[in-house]
């Protein structure tokens, strides 16, 4: 099994940037399509952006498109997102996601792994 932990939420201003990040243990990264996804409260969990194994391919919600970006450093066994031009309806807590890299990554049906989530608000 892996085990995932996300780190770099918080409270930043309407505007601003932040840089999550997620670091597994247990197995290598390589094994898996990685996916960030986020809850507000009373919303359903959505899948905001997924990451192919190697990196080659990326899948980006409307709702984030231009704003966000996700990446993945293998050697580090680890998944980034970082958020630009935050808005207060990006706030949620944002959990990253693995499932096995034979499946869809951009399907929001499969990630059997998951971290504990990172709470990000953004002010108005």
């Known amino acids: 099994q892996v085990q995932l932990v996300e780190s770099g939420g918080g409270l930043v201003q309407a505007g601003g940037s932040l840089r999550l990040s997620c670091a597994a243990s247990?197995?290598?990264?390589?094994?898996?399509?990685m996916g960030w996804f986020r809850q507000a409260p009373g919303k359903e969990r959505e899948l905001v952006t997924a990451?192919?194994?190697?990196?080659?391919?990326?899948y980006y919600a409307d709702s984030v498109k231009g704003r966000f970006t996700i990446s993945r450093d293998n050697a580090k066994n680890t998944v980034y997102l970082q958020m630009n031009s935050l808005k207060p309806e990006d706030t949620a807590v944002y959990y990253c996601?693995?499932?096995?890299?034979?499946?869809?990554?951009?399907?929001?049906?499969?990630?059997?792994?998951w971290g504990q989530g990172t709470q990000v608000t953004v002010s108005s």
């Open positions: 996601a693995a499932k096995d890299r034979l499946l869809a990554y951009s399907d929001y049906r499969g990630y059997n792994y």
């Open positions: 247990g197995r290598t990264l390589m094994r898996y399509g």
């Open positions: 990451i192919s194994w190697n990196g080659g391919g990326t």
